[in-house]
């Protein structure tokens, strides 16, 4: 078993460990049960946040030291579609707080964040994709 797979392991059981709590205990428990379980999701992706910013940084001062301009971008598909997976797992349990806390508006909000979350994921990724720019000659649209 890989690392990775160790910590899906881990984060399935303390998922199950949280419904069986939330059964036993009931719904009055129900709130502080998901703060638990959200604030473990937030350290993993924490600890893969702060790894993954080491590497980069690793590998900028390895390009410097070496006398390149700039270090390649290191964004690959996997993590773009980890990001987007992370999303949307989080976005049950917000749409829930939020649509049950202040329904509608709430619901709004929170869908408002997770989308406004994923924009900056993705110009940060690739920061020519909210650039337009126009050709001279035809204004034909240019990538």
Known sequence: MTGMDARDTELKK???ASLQARRELGEEYESALVDSFLEKVDQRIDGAVERRVRRQMAEQQMVVARGS?????TDSFGERFGFGIVSLVLAIPLSGIGGGVAHLPGLLVAWAGI???????AARTH???????RSR???DWED
């Open 127 to 133: 920061p020519d994709l909210f650039r337009r720019r």
């Open 69 to 73: 301009r700039s270090p390649k971008p």
């Open 137 to 139: 000659k035809d204004g």
């Open 115 to 121: 989308v406004g979350v994923n924009v900056v994921q």
């Open 14 to 16: 303390e998922l199950n």
